[in-house]
C-alpha cells in the first residue's frame, strides 16, 4: 500500500465551536468541506495519518519530525482547554523515515524537539477527522526554511519510506492561504492576498503541483500565506503519480483564505515526477545565462567553484581583462539557489589590489562564510545563479528623504556599529523598509539615531 489519499485543509481555530463560539457560521461553507474530508478519510480507513503543519517545530535548515510514541494538545491557548487530544504516533514509519534521511543525508529527523504538545495546524483537522475516525496512528512534521524544491524532495522521502512498510497512509496538509485578503481582516489588505489565493487554488484545483515551485518566494511573503510549503511536501509525496483533484471549497469573508482540495492518486504516471523535470530545466536556464555572463560574473563563479572543489582560494586568472585590474573598488557578491538567497557577501570599501581580487575573493566569502547559511557544497554548484554589485563611493546625506530603494543603497552608521543594503532588492519596497533592514543586520536598534550614507552600483549578471 501507499498514499491512499491526500488533503488541503486550513486551520483556523475559530471553526472549532468551543473557540469559535458561533463565530465559526461565517465559514460554513469551509465546515461542511471539512466534513466531508473527514467522511471521505473516514471510509479510507487509512492506518496512518501524515500531517504537515507551520506551526509545528520549524528550523532554519532541518525537518523536524515528532518524536515519541504519543502526544496531547488542547485548546487552550484559545480559550478552550476542554477541547483536548491525545494520539498516538506512528513510530514505524517515523524509524523508517528517520533511516532514509539518514542514509541520504537529507536534513530530517526527530531531533530539537521544542514543544512537544500538539500545534493548531495539527490538531484543527484531527478535530474533524476524530469525529469521524479514529483508529489511526499519526506522523507530525513541520516545515523548514529550505527552498520549495526541497520541501518536494522531503516529499518524495515521505513517499518512499510509506511505500517502504506498505502502510495505508493518508496525507494532509494543513495551512491556511493568504493572510491579507481584506482590509478589516486581522492583517490588513496586501494586493498579493487575493493574487496569491486565485492562483493556488487553480493550481490545486487542477493537480498542476509543478506550478506550485513557481510562486516567488517575495511574492508569497507579501501575500502572507501560511501553508503553501506544507502543500509542497503533499505533491512530493505524490510524484510520479496521475491524481485527481477536487476542489471542495475556498473561502475568504474572515480576511484569511481558507482553501480545501482532495487528490487521489490514479496509478504511475511518468510525467509527472516535477522535482527531476525543475532541476532539469533549472540547470538547462543557468547554463545558457552563463553562457552571457560578462567578466565580472564570470571570475566570480570561477572563485567560488574552485574554492567548493579545492577549499581555497584561487590565482588571478591570466584571462581577466584590464578593466577589472585598473580600478578598486568595493564590491557585493550575490549567490541565489531556485530564487532564493543562498549567500552574499561583500565590502563598502576597497581593501584589495583591485577589483578583480575583490571579487574573487567575496566570491570565497559568499559561498562559504555567510553566518545566515551552512557552506556551499558541490552538488550544488550547478544550480547557484550569481551576480556581483560594484559599490560606487559612499556620500553621506541628510535625510531619507534623499533615498531611492531602486537606485541607491544605504549605510546607516552608530558609533561602531554599520549597516548596508543593496539596491533594488526583490521585497524592498520603501525606504522606511530599507533603513530598518540596514539597521537590523547593523546590530542597531529600530529608534537609534543614525548617520546615513547612499551609494550607487553597477549590478552585473
Known amino acids: 500500500m501507499s498514499i491512499v489519499a491526500a488533503f488541503m485543509v486550513p486551520h483556523p481555530p475559530m471553526i472549532v465551536p468551543d473557540v469559535g463560539r458561533g463565530s465559526e457560521s461565517q465559514i460554513e461553507k469551509t465546515i461542511k468541506a471539512y466534513e466531508k474530508v473527514a467522511d471521505e478519510i473516514s471510509a479510507l480507513k487509512p492506518e496512518t495519518i501524515i500531517i504537515s503543519s507551520p506551526h509545528s517545530v520549524?528550523?532554519?535548515?532541518?525537518?523536524?519530525?515528532?518524536?515519541?510514541?504519543?502526544?496531547?494538545?488542547?485548546?487552550?491557548?484559545?480559550?478552550?482547554?476542554q477541547v483536548k487530544f491525545d494520539v498516538k504516533y506512528d513510530e514505524e514509519l517515523v524509524k523508517a523515515l528517520c533511516e532514509l534521511a539518514d542514509k541520504t543525508g537529507f536534513p530530517a529527523g526527530t531531533l530539537g524537539e521544542k514543544r512537544p504538545e500538539l500545534d493548531h495546524g495539527t490538531m484543527v483537522p484531527l478535530w474533524f477527522i476524530l469525529k469521524k475516525y479514529k483508529d489511526f496512528k499519526l506522523v507530525r512534521t513541520g516545515l523548514s526554511g529550505y527552498d520549495l524544491l526541497k520541501h518536494y524532495e522531503y516529499g518524495t522521502m515521505i513517499k518512499d519510506a510509506v511505500e517502504s512498510l506498505e502502510r495505508r497512509v493518508v496525507y494532509v496538509a494543513s495551512g491556511?492561504?493568504?493572510?491579507?485578503?481584506?482590509?478589516?481582516?486581522?492583517?490588513?489588505?496586501?494586493?498579493?492576498?487575493?493574487?496569491?489565493?486565485?492562483?493556488?487554488?487553480d493550481v490545486c484545483s487542477g493537480g498542476r503541483f509543478g506550478e506550485l515551485f513557481d510562486f516567488d518566494e517575495n511574492f508569497c511573503q507579501k501575500a502572507a500565506e501560511c501553508g503553501h510549503k506544507s502543500f509542497v511536501i503533499m505533491a512530493g509525496a505524490l510524484d510520479g503519480q496521475a491524481v485527481k483533484a477536487t476542489q471542495y471549497s475556498h473561502e475568504d469573508v474572515t480576511g484569511v483564505g481558507y482553501g480545501i482540495c482532495s487528490f487521489v492518486p490514479k496509478g504511475v504516471d511518468e510525467s509527472r515526477h516535477?522535482?527531476?523535470?525543475?532541476?532539469?530545466?533549472?540547470?538547462?536556464?543557468?547554463?545558457?545565462?552563463?553562457?552571457?555572463?560578462?567578466?565580472?560574473?564570470?571570475?566570480?563563479?570561477?572563485?567560488?567553484?574552485?574554492?567548493?572543489?579545492?577549499?581555497?582560494?584561487?590565482?588571478?586568472?591570466?584571462?581577466v581583462p584590464p578593466e577589472l585590474l585598473k580600478v578598486r573598488a568595493?564590491?557585493?557578491?550575490?549567490?541565489?539557489?531556485?530564487?532564493?538567497?543562498?549567500?552574499?557577501?561583500?565590502?563598502?570599501?576597497?581593501?584589495?589590489?583591485?577589483?578583480?581580487?575583490?571579487?574573487?575573493?567575496?566570491?570565497?566569502?559568499?559561498?562559504?562564510?555567510?553566518?545566515?547559511?551552512?557552506?556551499?557544497?558541490?552538488?550544488?554548484?550547478?544550480?547557484?545563479?550569481?551576480?556581483?554589485d560594484v559599490l560606487g563611493e559612499a556620500e553621506k546625506i541628510s535625510s531619507p528623504a534623499?533615498?531611492?530603494?531602486?537606485?541607491?543603497?544605504?549605510?546607516?552608521?552608530?558609533?561602531?556599529?554599520?549597516?548596508?543594503?543593496?539596491?533594488?532588492?526583490?521585497?524592498?519596497?520603501?525606504?522606511?523598509?530599507?533603513?530598518?533592514?540596514?539597521?537590523r543586520k547593523g546590530g542597531i536598534a529600530p529608534g537609534e539615531d543614525v548617520d546615513l550614507f547612499r551609494f550607487e552600483v553597477v549590478r552585473h549578471y
Open 176 to 201: 491556511d492561504l493568504s493572510h491579507k485578503l481584506q482590509d478589516y481582516g486581522p492583517y490588513g489588505f496586501a494586493e498579493e492576498g487575493p493574487v496569491y489565493d486565485k492562483r493556488i487554488m
Open 402 to 439: 534623499q533615498l531611492d530603494v531602486k537606485k541607491y543603497g544605504v549605510i546607516v552608521q552608530s558609533g561602531y556599529k554599520r549597516g548596508l543594503l543593496l539596491p533594488d532588492l526583490d521585497g524592498v519596497d520603501t525606504v522606511e523598509q530599507q533603513i530598518s533592514i540596514a539597521k
Open 330 to 388: 568595493g564590491a557585493f557578491v550575490s549567490v541565489h539557489k531556485f530564487g532564493a538567497l543562498r549567500g552574499c557577501i561583500g565590502t563598502i570599501a576597497p581593501t584589495k589590489e583591485n577589483l578583480a581580487l575583490e571579487i574573487i575573493h567575496n566570491a570565497v566569502s559568499a559561498v562559504s562564510e555567510d553566518p545566515r547559511f551552512e557552506p556551499v557544497d558541490e552538488d550544488e554548484l550547478k544550480y547557484l545563479d550569481i551576480n556581483v
Open 58 to 81: 520549524m528550523y532554519s535548515d532541518y525537518f523536524h519530525i515528532s518524536p515519541g510514541s504519543e502526544a496531547v494538545g488542547s485548546f487552550a491557548d484559545f480559550g478552550a482547554p
Open 274 to 319: 516535477f522535482l527531476a523535470a525543475r532541476l532539469q530545466q533549472v540547470e538547462s536556464e543557468l547554463e545558457q545565462k552563463r553562457q552571457k555572463s560578462d567578466a565580472w560574473v564570470r571570475l566570480a563563479r570561477e572563485s567560488a567553484e574552485y574554492f567548493v572543489w579545492n577549499g581555497h582560494e584561487m590565482e588571478l586568472p591570466a584571462w
